[in-house]
């Protein structure tokens, strides 16, 4: 098997074994010469094993490990592999963490182990454990794929180890003037005394992530005005569309739009050793271009979001203009990006509070699933300019004593009446062609969209409510203590964004299996949007409604609640939480086989659960005889004693 996928709590990960490395565990010896069938050492130790190369120049490298294996000094090897597109070696150290079904026993959990020779290290909790592999066993990759195929397994995940990069912070050149990443109390090159310690706390996050975030989490800024081919932006283009002209290709170049480029800047600039940094480095870019107050662009905007896959949408726009407040209509547009988008998980919708020195705040960030964002300064006190309102969420720092710096494009004009790059900073230092200074809540909403980008990197099931309660459950209380009232200030909203602690809270819920969401009030100040009667032309996939049921779809199924005795033996496949998928997988075995199906109903943990057994035989023959048959189908089982369900 030189090729094999393995499941994490980031999703697949492909794996392909190499030709030549393999990983030794050596006994100890005085003799300090490398024996000749190693070419040379290429780590000292990863996961308990010194990685080598051997000559395999005669043999296949499961021919030779199995000829090193013997070797009197060879204690345990073990083959290496890499990742889907990517040079840097893997080896599993043994160790297997295991999530079972919900309701299986710990006699159905030792049958598993049991099966591939695995002993218990460490049970956690009811249904989650820790096994290492034994002589006996395949190889620890290879057998959490088996597991994996168990019906009775949620989850295997072989521990791996891999080689570590020495250091991942960014080296790019303007890092230091990136205070919002991480406030040291000063800017480099400037005059000026920051708070040390004001800052959304990326830096440490990123520590916490032991990674700049995931290259698979997509950004929408929808704006104006984007320099696709600026160095931090131009490799991380996906899916561009522009909706003023109705076509992929972004309108660049008008002097008047400018301001997409540095939002999208402070979301997402790469890491590529020079300029500034964003938030999420790593994320992708979807640039979606041409704001717009209409109906149908509303519609189409976040609609085109959903369908491409954006995981997170950052608008620095809006009005607050009480004669351009949002009818249902754009209500339900964004309600559908919030509660539909990523697979049902929901977009994470994030929205400027306004730069107007108003008590109320822009009318899209008072849309009950919006994250509203307002704006503090280095000194962490409120930025005069930016909105006030109950649906404040959560405060991100920008200007208002000292700006933050952020990409430019190359059309900008800048400030007029300053020469050179100089208009473009404002305190006429002049730091790179390519950046300028930046603010505004325009600045602070897509800090916390980059932000939301690495707590989807540490855990990408987080629906978009659990994102924004996260959000609200781990903001820094900054500014007077009198503004807040049960926890929420209508200037800070429930404080100032803590990446750090939201990173953490995300990976902390990783694996709970849909934790229900931290309580605590978000304030709504208008009602639920109700659907409008006519769907727009392009909603993403719906259920499709049966005939005659008023909208709904729906399944009859014929129930037998009959008691059997509980005598002989039947084949279990599976245990499940959801009684809809029990009754149509119940449905499609008897009509695919033609035996009797049998559904045992537990309590486990509060909750009810339900064992499939396929039929009741008078002996394990019999039984067994079945449990080909299912297999052969594709249903993984085991034979059951009936008395044991």
């Given amino acids: 098997m030189d090729k094999i996928t393995i499941q994490s709590d980031n999703g697949e990960i492909r794996l392909r074994k190499s030709k030549a490395l393999v990983g030794l565990k050596m006994a100890e010896s005085r003799d300090l010469m490398e024996p000749d069938y190693i070419n040379k050492e290429i780590h000292q130790?990863?996961?308990?094993?010194?990685?080598?190369?051997?000559d395999t120049s005669d043999k296949s490298i499961n021919e030779k490990l199995d000829e090193v294996r013997n070797q009197d000094e060879v204690e345990?090897?073990?083959?290496?592999?890499?990742?889907?597109?990517?040079?840097r070696p893997l080896i599993a150290t043994g160790e297997i963490f295991i999530t079972f079904h919900d309701g299986t026993s710990e006699e159905e959990q030792q049958i598993a182990l049991d099966e591939f020779s695995l002993d218990l290290i460490e049970r956690r909790s009811e249904t989650y454990m820790v096994a290492r592999v034994t002589p006996k066993s395949p190889n620890p990759i290879k057998t959490a794929a088996y597991l994996q195929a168990s019906c009775l397994v949620k989850q295997a995940e072989p521990d791996i180890d891999t080689v570590l990069d020495q250091y991942f912070m960014p080296t790019d050149n303007l890092m230091g003037q990136c205070w919002h990443l991480q406030n040291n109390g000063f800017?480099?090159?400037?005059?000026?005394?920051?708070?040390?310690g004001?800052?959304?706390?990326?830096?440490?996050?990123?520590?916490?992530?032991?990674?700049?975030g995931a290259s698979n989490v997509t950004i929408a800024v929808v704006d104006n005005g984007f320099d696709l081919s600026h160095p931090d932006m131009k490799d991380k283009v996906t899916k561009p569309f522009d909706f003023w002209n109705n076509s992929p290709q972004i309108m660049q170049g008008d002097s008047r739009y400018t301001h997409g480029t540095p939002c999208a800047g402070v979301a997402l600039a790469a890491s590529n050793g020079s300029g500034m940094v964003g938030a999420a480095p790593n994320a992708r870019f979807m640039p979606v271009s041409g704001t717009s107050f209409s109906n149908r662009a509303t519609e189409d905007i976040f609609n085109y979001c959903i369908n491409q896959g954006a995981d997170i949408i950052s608008c620095s726009w809006g009005s607050t203009d009480p004669a351009y407040q949002l009818n249902s209509i754009k209500q339900q547009a964004i309600a559908n990006a919030a509660r539909r988008g990523r697979n049902g998980r929901g977009c994470v919708v994030l929205y400027a509070v306004g730069n107007d020195f108003l008590n109320y705040v822009n009318y899209y960030a008072q849309h009950p699933d919006v994250i509203g964002v307002a704006a503090c300064t280095s000194q962490g006190v409120h930025a005069d300019y930016s909105n006030q309102g109950m649906e404040v969420t959560i405060c991100a720092p920008s200007n208002g004593d000292w700006p933050i710096i952020a990409p430019r494009a190359w059309w900008d004009q800048g400030i007029t009446g300053n020469a050179g790059e100089m208009r473009y900073w404002i305190d006429g230092v002049a730091r790179g062609s390519q950046y300028k200074h930046f603010g505004g809540t325009s600045s602070a909403t897509p800090l916390v969209a980059g932000?939301?980008?690495?707590?989807?990197?540490?855990?990408?099931?987080?629906?978009?409510?659990?994102?924004?309660q996260i959000l609200i459950q781990t903001a820094d209380k900054i500014g007077n203590p009198a503004d807040y009232i049960n926890g929420h200030s209508r200037k800070y909203g429930y404080g100032m964004v803590n990446a750090e602690r939201?990173?953490?809270?995300?990976?902390r819920r990783r694996g709970m299996g849909g934790t229900t969401p931290v309580p605590g009030p978000i304030p709504t100040p208008q009602p639920q949007p109700q659907p409008r009667p006519t769907p727009s032309p392009n909603p993403g996939p719906a259920p499709t409604p049966s005939p005659n049921t008023g909208g709904t779809s729906s399944t009859i199924f014929e129930v037998n609640a009959n008691p059997i005795p509980r005598t002989g033996w039947g084949v279990q496949i599976g245990v499940f939480s959801n009684q809809d998928s029990v009754l149509a997988l119940v449905a499609k075995l008897k009509q695919q086989f033609g035996q009797p199906v049998y559904v045992?109903?537990?309590n486990s943990g509060g909750k009810q659960v339900f064992r499939?057994?396929?039929?009741?035989?008078?002996?394990i023959t019999e039984a067994t005889a079945m449990q080909k048959r299912l297999a052969s189908a594709g249903y993984q089982g085991f034979v059951k004693n009936l008395a044991d369900v």
């Fill in 45 to 54: 130790s990863l996961g308990g094993f010194k990685v080598v190369e051997l």
């Fill in 76 to 87: 345990v090897g073990t083959h290496v592999y890499y990742p889907e597109n990517s040079d």
């Fill in 187 to 196: 800017v480099p090159d400037a005059n000026v005394q920051l708070k040390r």
């Fill in 198 to 212: 004001i800052d959304a706390k990326v830096v440490a996050a990123w520590r916490r992530l032991g990674s700049l």
């Fill in 451 to 468: 932000i939301v980008a690495l707590m989807l990197s540490a855990n990408p099931d987080l629906s978009a409510r659990e994102v924004k």
């Fill in 502 to 507: 939201a990173v953490a809270e995300a990976q």
């Fill in 600 to 602: 045992a109903i537990l």
């Fill in 612 to 619: 499939v057994v396929v039929g009741a035989y008078a002996s």
